[in-house]
Structures are given as C-alpha cells and as structure tokens.
C-alpha cells in the first residue's frame, strides 16, 4: 500500500469564537463552513456534511466550502460527489493548484487514470513548487507500471520538501522493485526517520530484511510495524514465520494463531505454523497444517517440502519423497531455503 495526500482549508476563524458567532447568528455561512471542516478533521465527516450543506445552501459561490464538502465526501469514500464537489469549486476559483489536485485522489479512487494525470498535471502547471502534486502524481504513476515518470516526480517531490517521510517511502518501492536495494532501504530508513510510526514502511523495510536473510533486522521492523498499528495479519503471519526461523518458537506460535484469527485458513499462515510445529517436533500437528494450506493451494512449495520432511521424520519415506520431488519440480532451490529454515 501507498499513501496519498490531501489537504483541507479553513479560514481564519478561532474556534473558540465560532460557537459565539453560531449562537449569535446560526446561519452564518462562514461560520458555518469553519465548523464544519473542523468536524471533518477530527474525523466526523457526517456532522461535517450538516454543516458544509447549510453554508453551500446559504453562499453557493463559496468555493472552500465545495472544495471542503468534497473532502468530506472522499472520506466517505463517495467519489462522484467529491468529483462533483471538485468541479464545482474549480468553476468558481479555477486557478487554485489544491483543488485540481484532491479532484485527481477522487479519480484514482475511481481507477480513472487518464482523468486524474490531467487533474495532477494542471496542479502543477498551476504551481511548479507543489510538492503535493508532484508526490500524487509519482504515486499514480508507479501504480501504473511508470516507474521511471515515477521515480521523476517523486524526486522532485523531496526535493521541494526534504521532509516529505511518505514521499521516500514510495520511492523506496520502486528503487526496490528496480533492483536498487541499497538505496530503497536508504530511503525507507529516511521515512522512519521522519515518521517513526510509519507501519507500512517498517513492514515494507522488514519484508525487504527478510529476502536479505537478515531474520534479526527483520523482526525488529516486524515488531515496530505491529506496536504502530496491530490490525494486519499479513505482519503477524510475517513475524511468526520469522520467530521460527530465530527459534522463537512459542512466540511464533502465537503471532500465527492471532493471524489465523484474523484471516482463517490463510494457506501461507497455516504454513508458517506447520513450520513451526516441524521445528517443535509436533509432527500430526505439522502434517496436519500443510495438509490444509495445500488443499487450498496445490502448488505451495513451502508447504510441499515441509510436509515431505515430516513424513520422513514419522517414517512414511514413500510420501516424503513424492511430496519433495513435487516441491523441487517447482522451486530447484527449495532445500537451500529450508536449510536456511534451520531444517533439513
């Protein structure tokens, strides 16, 4: 996953005033507009769209309330009435950088491309110091297969904010997806660096640990990416399988199980646990989990040479060599990996 950056407007009103000017006066416009993205800030996006209809109804022609109602409506996840929102703000002020550019995250939201690189590129045209956009746009690009028009904005992007943490991180995905892993991490350590609670990009910079064989590294950056944001079974799944492979086995255990409560009968969770067990010794238990991942996916080769290696160790030397020849015909290396495993 990426991020994708939007921003909201309010006009200078304390708020600590606006209460006075609403009781004084409920259908103040203004006020009225204030309030209500000081309701879609703190996530209130219902109550926001109460008031943001009331001003829109008492002053169509105030362009920051369409563009903020817009907002609003995005977190709801309604496009075409954000877009809508978007549009119209845009007719009444359409030289504003920030409104073309929230109008191409509504697209996106709607996999039209075409419409959203337009909307990006205008914001730009509009403002060539507009780290926002730039970002944005670099985003929708490496979404697309881009990646050098990508990696071209997202430069750009830090280069007009050198504090911009999500804009290395996206970099980092395609320095990495381009080979280029020594700076990919370099630049997935900046984004940590400014933002320590980044959970996607801990997961991201473990998983990348993980190829390099670097288990200890990895599960630091598995544990920083579940302590930010526990909601993933994919980390839990990704830390299990790790703590296996350090030995941690009782702690693996336990990060599978609150995986598999959270996504049941994941075939790759079952087959971290079946791992798990191998190591333990827990062999029916082992057998018994890759049985479950393979029925619901023939063709894992973890889980083919795992089981093959159980049923050798309970005797079964027929079965163990069927399913570890099935397992070598997909992946050649698979016993390098295991050996790596700490299983043989």
Same mark, same amino acid.
């Given at each position: ?67 903020? =109602? ?22 009444? $002020? ?15 939201? $709607? ?13 730009? $045209? ?97 544990? =920083? ?56 010794? @827990? ?47 997909? @992946? ?13």
């Amino acid at each position: 996953m990426v991020f994708r950056h939007r921003q909201g407007r309010r006009r200078p009103a304390p708020r600590r005033l606006l209460g006075g000017v609403l009781q004084a006066n409920p259908s103040n416009p203004l006020a009225l507009a204030n309030r209500g993205e000081i309701f879609r800030r703190k996530g209130d996006a219902e109550r926001a769209l109460a008031d943001l209809n009331r001003a829109i109804d008492l002053d169509p022609n105030d362009a920051i309330a369409w563009y903020n =109602r817009g907002i609003a409506y995005d977190d709801l996840g309604d496009r075409d009435h954000a877009i809508a929102d978007y549009t119209r703000a845009i007719r009444l $002020k359409p030289n504003d950088a920030l409104y073309y550019n929230n109008r191409g995250n509504s697209y996106i939201g $709607k996999n039209d491309y075409a419409h959203a690189l337009a909307d990006y590129d205008q914001a730009i $045209k509009l403002d060539r110091t507009f780290a926002l956009a730039y970002f944005n746009r670099g985003t929708a690009y490496r979404e697309h297969g881009e990646a050098d028009r990508a990696l071209a904005d997202l430069d750009m992007a830090i280069r007009l904010d050198p504090n911009y943490g999500p804009a290395y991180g996206n970099r980092a995905r395609i320095l990495r997806d381009k080979g280029e892993r020594a700076r990919a991490l370099a630049d997935f350590g900046k984004s940590l660096q400014l933002m320590p609670n980044n959970d996607r990009d801990a997961y991201a910079r473990a998983n990348m640990y993980f190829d390099d064989h670097d288990y200890p590294r990895a599960l630091e950056d598995y544990d =920083r990416a579940i302590k930010a944001n526990a909601s993933y079974a994919g980390v839990f799944n990704a830390r299990c399988m790790t703590r296996a492979i350090l030995g941690q086995l009782q702690e693996a255990l336990a990060d599978c199980e609150q995986s598999l409560r959270m996504r049941p009968g994941d075939p790759y969770t079952l087959d971290s646990r079946a791992l798990t067990y191998l190591k333990l010794g @827990n062999l029916d238990a082992a057998i018994a989990d890759y049985d479950t991942a393979l029925s619901a996916k023939p063709e894992l080769d973890s889980a083919l040479y795992g089981r093959g290696l159980a049923k050798r160790r309970t005797g079964d030397a027929d079965g163990a060599e069927r399913d570890i020849a099935a397992a070598r015909a997909i @992946n050649a290396g698979i016993a390098d990996v295991f050996a790596r495993y700490g299983v043989q």
